[in-house]
């Protein structure tokens, strides 16, 4: 049992440590591990597979929206990533930048996509001539490169995995109408897969994306209180065709520019997933993303018929992802594993089970262990599997709600940042310099105006002067 122990006390406790707890786990559960390569990661198989599975299951919900996927250039000439002022200006930082290409000197620079607005920009100037080309609703799967200066394994890492979608449309409501509509498939994907409630609003001026005209995000709150920002959706009106010159010619044979859009999800949201849903033996993954749902570990299995009816039960709940434990370590070992591992469901199995045509199932989230029959195991599992994805989002949604404060003056505001994580609610005058004396004085950033709108008082939390929304405020990764 010694050896048993060890695993799980190599995590520092979330309560001693919430970042060196977040690190353990990302290395103790095998997802990633570090390279020679300053800020990038190896995608161990099981971290990859965390990976594979969203961008299967928000690739199925892009394209039933007509989405359709292709691949562009890793490299973008300067001249090209010149011709949107802001948008430049917003990621000039964190371009990466080639200069030779072999021994020979380039005649210009390239960066390493930090994103792709500028080639899907250059794409569609010679892709769109006329309405009967619009619109078109792209999505690229890549990596991207942004020189961070600090990183972390999935939340912040100098290149990174994510999907990109840039679509046209012929007329602004069309472009609107679709970044609220990928903004909303985000939110139900991690409330519905991910098991991670959020809130669904608008960036302010100061927050949104380099060359939009709005940018709208979904916020979650992980288990230290601090917010994470989970995917964003930005209409781009046609600030980026005017740069770009992508006109098209209308039913009455006049030129218009377009109207676009882009939003993105990343390999981030496994840094959620952690941190919204683990605890101190490690991972917690929801059913619905997790690579493998249930894990059979037979006990005793040296003896007649232990693993030959272990491998019964896999044949038998083949509709889940399933596999077996046989290797030679000791059931506790395994048992310990798992959980670190995040499993949702373990199923044992021994020689007393088989006599008495039962086995137990245990539930990763909170350890309910339950004595089935084995005639129907399958119903089981399901039930269990069903009931342990709804109960893990309630408990993130409780966790969220009751980490969520309301302020109506100033110094209020600063006592809850100060001393209570998590988000606030307050009232905002619209005026820039509120938003960075807030920053300044207490670290808490803008998170969103949220669509679903409260009337907390008359006044901004900061000056006091009229106000014109509510915001969501907290200290975000």
């Known amino acids: 049992m010694a050896k048993d122990k060890k695993l799980v006390e190599a995590i520092t406790s979330m309560e001693d440590d919430f970042a060196k707890w977040y690190t353990d786990v990302v290395k103790k559960a095998d997802l990633m591990d570090y390279t020679s390569v300053k800020g990038c990661m190896v995608f161990k198989p099981a971290g990859y597979a965390l990976w594979e599975n969203i961008q299967h299951e928000l690739d199925r919900r892009f394209k039933e929206t007509g989405v359709e996927n292709v691949y562009l250039p890793l490299f973008i000439p300067e001249s090209l990533l010149q011709k949107e002022k802001d948008h430049v200006e917003g990621f000039a930082p964190e371009v990466a930048w080639v200069t030779h290409?072999?021994?020979?000197?380039?005649?210009?620079?390239?960066?390493?996509?930090?994103?792709?607005?500028?080639?899907?920009?250059?794409?569609?100037?010679?892709e769109i001539q006329s309405y009967r080309d619009l619109p078109k609703i792209y999505?690229?799967?890549?990596?991207?490169?942004?020189?961070?200066?600090?990183?972390?394994?999935?939340?912040?890492?100098?290149?990174?995995?994510?999907?990109?979608?840039?679509?046209?449309?012929?007329?602004a409501q069309e472009a609107q109408e679709r970044t609220e509509q990928m903004l909303h498939l985000y939110a139900d994907f991690c409330e519905e897969v991910l098991a991670i409630p959020v809130v669904r609003g608008r960036k302010t001026d100061k927050e949104k994306f380099a060359g939009a005209e709005a940018t709208y995000t979904i916020e979650a709150l992980m288990h230290d209180g601090k917010a994470l920002q989970s995917g964003t959706s930005h209409n781009f009106g046609d600030g980026f065709a005017k740069a770009f010159g992508i006109q098209y010619t209308d039913k009455d044979n006049k030129l218009q520019y377009v109207h676009q859009t882009s939003w993105g999800?990343?390999?981030?949201?496994?840094?959620?997933?952690?941190?919204?849903?683990?605890?101190?033996?490690?991972?917690?993954?929801p059913p619905r993303i997790a690579p493998v749902q249930v894990m059979i570990v037979p006990v005793a299995q040296h003896k007649e018929g232990?693993?030959?009816?272990?491998?019964?039960?896999?044949d038998?709940?083949?509709?889940?992802?399933?596999k077996v434990d046989d290797s030679d370590k000791s059931p506790g070992w395994k048992f310990a594993e798992a959980e670190m591992r995040g499993i949702p469901v373990r199923i044992e199995i021994g020689p007393k089970d088989i006599e008495a045509n039962q086995a137990v199932i245990v539930r990763r989230d909170n350890r309910e262990k339950q004595v089935v029959s084995l005639d129907t195991l399958e119903e089981?599992?399901?039930?269990?599997?069903?009931?342990?994805?709804?109960?893990m989002l309630e408990r993130a949604r409780a966790h969220r709600d009751s980490h969520t404060y309301t302020a109506t003056n100033y110094e209020e505001f600063k006592a809850i940042i100060a001393n209570k994580p998590g988000f606030v609610k307050a009232m905002w005058c619209g005026?820039?310099?509120?938003?960075?004396?807030?920053?300044?004085?207490?670290t808490a950033t803008s998170r969103c105006m949220p669509f679903a709108q409260e009337h907390i008082s008359d006044v901004c939390v900061c000056c006091g002067k009229p106000a014109k929304a509510m915001v969501y405020w907290g200290k975000a990764y």
């Open 431 to 442: 005026d820039q310099a509120c938003e960075d004396k807030i920053k300044e004085e207490t």
């Open 380 to 391: 089981s599992v399901a039930n269990t599997l069903d009931t342990m994805q709804r109960e």
């Open 265 to 285: 999800m990343t390999t981030r949201l496994i840094g959620a997933i952690i941190m919204v849903h683990g605890d101190n033996s490690g991972l917690v993954l």
């Open 101 to 126: 290409g072999g021994l020979e000197e380039l005649p210009e620079r390239m960066c390493v996509r930090p994103t792709s607005e500028t080639l899907f920009c250059d794409f569609y100037a010679k």
């Open 139 to 171: 999505n690229q799967w890549c990596s991207v490169v942004r020189w961070e200066k600090e990183t972390r394994p999935f939340l912040r890492s100098r290149e990174f995995l994510w999907q990109e979608g840039h679509t046209a449309h012929a007329t």
């Open 316 to 322: 038998r709940l083949s509709n889940f992802k399933v």
């Open 306 to 314: 232990v693993l030959d009816k272990a491998y019964e039960l896999r």
